[in-house]
């Protein structure tokens, strides 16, 4: 907000500190009672050319020449300053921002994304597809020109994300998780440290831009570092290594012709009459034609192509592979009306 402002409140300042220096000169140079010194200088500022309270010394005059210069020099900047507020929506965007501010303060166990560059719009554009609560912290304002859209749809908070205040007014302490895809790693580190001290129990998710610096990343408390520089290498040379892994994998990210969804189910998601129950008895491939790729075991972790007599339970976690209808199919029989995904 201080940001939006910065220039409006400048020019009151300006504008307090002219009275303040006119009404001491006044009352130094001339002798003039605090009331007398205040209507000689509201009569100097405002140059209407009422009389003087008694003739001035040359002191004064000297004093008053220089005074109504800089008054004049400080009225055009007051004058471009307001008008700028009132005529290129400055006001406007202010009232923007304490209205989408309230939103924010309204927010409970959002996902925060820091700057709006390269990674972080498609980290954006991945979390509403998928509906989850998101705001993006982005310190430049000429961003919000750039993607006008973006802008509209999505809750933008102003701010440089290194400064403690800003993570807090974003509600770090009631966010689950936060995204830092910076391009400067010194900062990601310090988001990181910063965000792990406020909220210890948030997942945090870096980015970096070489193996140094994960390590750094990984002592200052994220949970998971991305590197999307190596991601970019190993994948162009797997198109020649592996041409039609890439191409499955481009399935599951929406990129290619087909569509495939790869979608997770927590055990305390699914409907009372099918927790406890083997992956045999559920039939899930049969029933909504949905195929269960993988299971998160409490105790073992992540089991790929799991065996059919192993049982949902607490804690577990289904991890399913399927097309878009397929998804939603399982999601009307087995779960308790959960949002559905956005393909």
Avoid: W
């Amino acid at each position: 907000m201080f940001f939006q402002l910065r220039r409006l409140i400048l020019a009151f300042l300006l504008m307090t500190l002219s009275l303040v220096v006119g009404i001491t000169g006044y009352m130094i140079i001339e002798g003039y009672s605090v009331l007398d010194a205040f209507y000689m200088t509201v009569v100097t500022i405002s140059t209407v050319g009422y009389r003087e309270v008694k003739p001035l010394t040359e002191n004064g005059k000297l004093f008053t020449s220089f005074y109504i210069i800089y008054n004049l020099i400080f009225f055009a900047f007051l004058v471009s300053t307001v008008a700028k507020y009132i005529f290129e929506g400055e006001l406007n965007k202010i009232y923007n921002i304490i209205m989408k501010g309230r939103e924010v303060s309204k927010l409970r166990g959002h996902i925060i994304v820091c700057g709006y560059g390269r990674n972080g719009r498609r980290a954006a554009l991945e979390l509403k597809n998928s509906r989850k609560k998101f705001l993006i912290i982005e310190n430049d304002d000429h961003v919000l020109e750039r993607f006008p859209d973006a802008a509209k749809e999505y809750n933008f908070f102003m701010g440089d994300a290194t400064q403690d205040e800003v993570l807090i007014d974003a509600g770090i302490k009631r966010a689950t998780t936060i995204i830092t895809t910076l391009p400067s790693d010194s900062e990601n580190v310090f988001i990181t440290l910063t965000a792990r001290t406020m909220n210890p129990d948030i997942k945090i998710i870096s980015r970096a831009s070489d193996e140094k610096v994960e390590k750094k990343l990984i002592r200052a408390g994220a949970n998971h570092v991305v590197m999307p520089d190596a991601l970019g290498g190993y994948h162009m040379a797997h198109i020649v290594t592996k041409p039609f892994i890439v191409e499955f994998v481009e399935m599951l990210s929406g990129f290619g012709e087909s569509k495939y969804l790869l979608d997770e189910v927590n055990y305390l998601h699914v409907k009372q009459e099918y927790r406890d129950k083997s992956l045999s008895e559920l039939d899930i491939r049969k029933n909504t034609g949905a195929t269960v790729f993988g299971f998160k075991d409490a105790k073992k972790g992540i089991i790929f192509n799991p065996d059919p007599r192993i049982k949902f339970s607490h804690d577990d976690i289904l991890i399913l592979l399927g097309d878009e209808h397929s998804i939603r199919e399982f999601k009307r029989i087995y779960t308790r009306h959960l949002k559905l995904p956005q393909a």
